[in-house]
């Protein structure tokens, strides 16, 4: 059977694996300034309408638009100054007809008054009285109230991660705590004899941690909290032990398997005995990420990843990344951040497995964007760091020539 | 004058202001681990070779390439087999002619091997011997060392922010200490009689503060340490008082104008009288933004924000990012996340400023992104949190027809 047909389809895979992780991180209720980055555990209801006043959007006057009927340069409207409104506060009096007010942006109408006529519409030619230079209609540079939101309208649904707006909407509502997913802890693991802490010395034949970090630093930027369970040596019962702890521990366990394919048989042994249903794909056709383990245990998602650092951190993005948002229950997705470019060199790739390619971006001779792939052999982790994003290719595809334009998906 | 010419063109004003932003914030040595998202203050230099050892890339048997020479399935090489490469440590055996290792991914190639034969291409005829069915040339599936990275090569310049794989290629080089920039610390005031903090009670004609959270929040996205001075009374000495403050004790002051023509000007005054070269810019062509001021006083950036929160927000998009950018010695610009999306909507927008409009992005029924246009006249914080970022409409455009493919800038 050729290779093709027993691997499976990265991102069927995905959604079938997705489908059986039913976990839930629990729900803390935060102070919303705190809240950057955070999921809602549920939705907003506005309490109150916005603005909860009627709100003038100019400078000017506050007149009853009957008032201004007709009124133009060469026959103005003249109406008597009755006060100033002030900022902050409601005014103190109430228009009647023949009557306008000093109002400023963002200035309460007063009672009487349904529309506003711009500062520069207007001249003052006493001191009690204005010059209406053209009409309004009623409603004018005036926002009602409940023109923007109104009371017991859902604002913001539950499942939606806030970011610098949303956090700006919380405040507008005066809701200053907000019921959020708590972080997801990840539990990561690496494993392998060769490899050893980044602070210890190398001995011949050693190579130092980088999957614990990477993936630590990627499960930080999605909102989740790395809990590092060190390094495992290459031996069933100690692997086994290891991961027990952490999945007990943790909402999710990330395994980086060393890099032959005993140990990676190994890994997905242990993930397989935690718990139904299992592993659910070990093997994908893609690349970097063959050897890519999905399983479920208790509801709770389980990754094992190949111990390479570049396919790790790619496969972490293709796979923990949409996890995290599940366990913290997103239902609000933002597009990916992507940019266009031309290929400025050919993309090599097999059919029948979808690649997934490091490329430089940067802006060509004439002012477009070119993407400059980087060629790897041995998948180190700097080849990444040189990269601003991943372009793919097709599973059909065999190669891309330079000069195609491609979707760089950035880190 | 034509309004057009007495404003200034947005982005060529920010350069010339930013080109005036000498401060640097200090430098601070983190664990690495602790650096995400941090500026390099000093280039990352190879103390050692990626990798430090020949490593194999497969499982297989570490040879001699003479010794498989015209090797094939029907005439295999005979080799004898000494030994197994163990993982992480340097093997205890030198490979004579004739003679072959077993040997994993990630092992290192002993003395008198130069190149490896993959699992699959091999035999394994008796306990001591190996029949090998393919002629391997020297140096394949074996890295060499130094062939990722060279001893004393610059692998990371200053001035690069610090992503997963950044984290990673550290640790690959031992690297778990790293001088960084210093967050920025980000002074922020709103100003506005009528502006009240979030958890009061609103009376009538009061808004609660919305700007000192979402740029408080945008400033912490991007690396930022925002202080809150809280909400400054439309009066001279007050605003001056506290402005001077957040300058002493900060590395860029940015104040929220009230919405009337009186407060911005008094804004200008206040930013104008820090110290040289001031006021750079007060009034750009953009919209939102028009009365966006831009200074500098003593080498620290300083911004005038509009008070309507969208405009706040976008125009802290536009301006207070890449001045902490700046401010952190950012040197390597990555390209900003956007998506192309045909617009659902017609974009009104006037000729002689750039216009930028809030889309929602969302899947068309042909699975194509579609950027809806999320209409907004008195600029709520809400109409911002429903998009997904933001259409430029060019300073010569009247407005963009539906159907057009446009790039969208996400948040």
């Known amino acids: 059977m050729p290779e093709f047909l027993r691997l499976q389809a990265p991102f069927e895979a995905r959604e079938r694996w997705l489908a059986q992780v039913t976990h839930r991180v629990g729900v803390e209720t935060l102070p919303t300034v705190d809240a950057l980055g955070r999921v809602l555990a549920e939705p907003i209801i506005a309490r109150e309408p916005i603005p909860a006043f009627p709100r003038s959007t100019v400078d000017g006057y506050a007149v009853r638009a009957a008032d201004t009927h007709g009124a133009s340069e060469s026959l103005p409207a003249y109406l008597q100054v009755v006060g100033e409104v002030p900022m902050g506060r409601a005014p103190e009096f109430t228009l009647a007809p023949g009557q306008a007010a000093v109002i400023h942006t963002g200035g309460m109408v007063p009672p009487g008054a349904d529309a506003v006529v711009m500062l520069e519409h207007t001249q003052r030619s006493r001191e009690d009285e204005v010059e209406v230079l053209r009409a309004v209609a009623v409603g004018e540079n005036v926002i009602q109230v409940g023109e923007?939101?109104?009371?017991?309208?859902?604002?913001?649904?539950?499942?939606?991660?806030?970011?610098?707006?949303?956090?700006?909407?919380?405040?507008?509502?005066?809701?200053?705590?907000?019921k959020v997913a708590r972080?997801?802890?990840?539990?990561?693991?690496?494993?392998?004899?060769?490899?050893?802490?980044?602070?210890?010395?190398?001995?011949?034949?050693q190579v130092r941690d980088v999957n614990s970090y990477t993936i630590s630093a990627l499960v930080q930027t999605h909102g989740g909290e790395p809990v590092r369970y060190g390094i495992v040596p290459d031996d069933f019962d100690a692997l086994m032990q290891a991961t027990q702890r952490a999945f007990e521990e943790t909402d999710m366990v990330v395994i980086t398997a060393g890099s032959s394919a005993s140990t990676r048989?190994?890994?997905?042994?242990?993930?397989?005995?935690?718990?139904?249903?299992?592993?659910?794909?070990h093997g994908l056709r893609i690349k970097p990420g063959k050897p890519t383990i999905l399983a479920v245990a208790q509801g709770k998602p389980l990754v094992g990843l190949p111990g390479n650092p570049v396919s790790a951190l790619v496969n972490a993005w293709h796979f923990v990344v949409p996890a995290l948002e599940k366990l913290q229950g997103v239902t609000v997705t933002r597009p990916r951040p992507q940019v266009r470019a031309r290929l400025a060199g050919n993309l090599p790739s097999e059919a029948g497995r979808e690649e997934w390619y490091p490329v430089r971006v940067r802006q060509g001779e004439d002012g477009s964007l070119e993407a400059e792939p980087i060629h790897y052999r041995s998948n180190l982790i700097f080849r990444l760091a040189w990269a601003d994003g991943l372009v793919p290719v097709p599973e059909d595809a065999t190669g891309l020539p330079a000069g195609t334009e491609v979707v760089v998906f950035l880190w």
């Open 148 to 178: 923007d939101v109104q009371q017991g309208q859902e604002v913001l649904p539950a499942g939606i991660r806030l970011r610098p707006a949303e956090i700006g909407g919380l405040m507008a509502l005066g809701q200053t705590r907000v």
């Open 265 to 281: 048989d190994m890994t997905a042994q242990v993930l397989n005995s935690l718990g139904e249903p299992g592993v659910l794909a």
């Open 183 to 205: 972080r997801p802890r990840v539990g990561i693991l690496s494993t392998g004899d060769e490899v050893v802490p980044p602070d210890q010395p190398l001995q011949p034949g």
